[in-house]
């Protein structure tokens, strides 16, 4: 049990830093707290055109994240040149395919001593972090998968991202990716940001690479179990919670990826009046989120749920407080955020939730 007085305290985890050899290249990974032999570690990877700070460092900043951190060491984890101040890939180097980069993960849990772990990833390593799952279920407790698109790209998507290739610059074609139409017309002091970090800290002929890999992978082959049908279909057998704003590019895609998964160990999460980057836009609520389902995995204490609750009273009050304004949000349904906590419930689970 943690003390009331230890939450409160100044939290400084020990942060490592290192390249990590693996056979398809390095990857930078930054190792957050220390290991412990009886608790899985939080892995997480980011999207194309951002890094490790840039995706979830408002997240992890977060003061209502502090209480996870203090229970399960976070390894984050870069693509190979995607890191801050990265080089120029070698000429005669081969970017890795979205399942060549995940099955590089296996590497990463040997080198810190990691047993397990749990995958938090957005778009393009939310797709790395299912493939990871898929391929790997012994190393995987759960996941949370941000904006996940688990199909290929067809035909008409191959041709229209290179057009766009040829007529859009690389941080116009990444803001598209990550960012709805909507959330790029009005909220231009976020757009101009990322479009900052996309052109000054990252090395953009790496990051094109990454996204030619993205936009170039196979599609997740996952199939939903059907009762009575076959029982080893390919599906995810971890618990696993799919997060997208309602804002988001990645809506149908994510809610076509519930379609396909196991509905007993599936609970999808939509944010209302939400955009591209939920754990940037609504940090609080993703947290909120993210400690119920680990609280439904069995490593969070009821006790550390009690003090959540009672922090976030009040801000649940204003949003059930509706007027007018709200009707474009009220067209969802609230409810309660401790439903995630029964995530091995066998019942299938659509949230919609006004931020």
């Not at 801050?84 to 849990?109: F, G, I, N, R």
């Not at 938090?120 to 391929?135: H, K, T």
């Not at 988001?248 to 609970?267: G, I, Q, R």
């Amino acid at each position: 049990m943690v003390l009331e007085d230890e939450c409160d305290s100044v939290f400084e985890p020990q942060i490592t830093e290192e390249h990590v050899e693996t056979q398809y290249g390095n990857v930078h990974c930054t190792l957050t707290g220390t290991p412990k032999a009886n608790r899985p570690a939080i892995l997480t990877f980011h999207d194309v055109g951002l890094n490790h700070k840039s995706c979830f460092e408002t997240l992890f900043n977060h003061v209502d994240m502090h209480e996870i951190l203090r229970h399960l060491p976070v390894c984050h984890v870069e693509a190979p040149g995607q890191h801050e101040a990265a080089k120029t890939l070698p000429t005669a180097y081969t970017y890795p395919t979205m399942d060549q980069l995940s099955e590089a993960l296996p590497a990463v849990l040997k080198h810190f001593g990691l047993r397990s772990v749990i995958g938090l990833g957005v778009g393009a390593g939310a797709y790395i972090l299912a493939r990871f799952a898929l391929n790997h279920p012994d190393l995987v407790d759960g996941l949370v998968l941000i904006n996940i698109n688990p199909n290929a790209d067809g035909i008409m998507d191959t041709v229209a991202n290179k057009i766009t290739g040829w007529t859009h610059t690389l941080p116009d074609s990444v803001i598209t990716h990550l960012f709805g139409k909507e959330e790029i017309q009005t909220n231009h002091d976020l757009i101009a940001t990322y479009r900052h970090h996309v052109t000054a800290t990252m090395n953009q002929a790496n990051v094109s690479q990454f996204f030619r890999s993205y936009n170039s992978r196979g599609a997740l082959e996952v199939e939903r179990p059907v009762p009575g049908g076959n029982i080893n279909v390919r599906t995810l057998k971890c618990p696993t919670l799919l997060l997208v704003g309602d804002n988001s590019p990645a809506v149908e895609a994510v809610v076509d990826c519930n379609s396909k998964l196991n509905p007993t160990k599936t609970t999808l999460l939509k944010m209302a009046d939400c955009g591209g980057l939920p754990q940037v836009d609504q940090p609080a609520k993703v947290i909120e989120a993210f400690k119920y389902f680990i609280q439904g995995m069995g490593y969070l204490s009821s006790a550390s749920m009690t003090r959540l609750r009672s922090r976030t009273t009040s801000s649940s009050s204003r949003t059930q407080s509706h007027g007018p304004e709200d009707k474009r949000g009220r067209s969802h349904t609230d409810v309660s955020m401790e439903s995630l906590s029964s995530s091995h419930q066998n019942i299938s689970k659509t949230t919609e939730m006004a931020c």
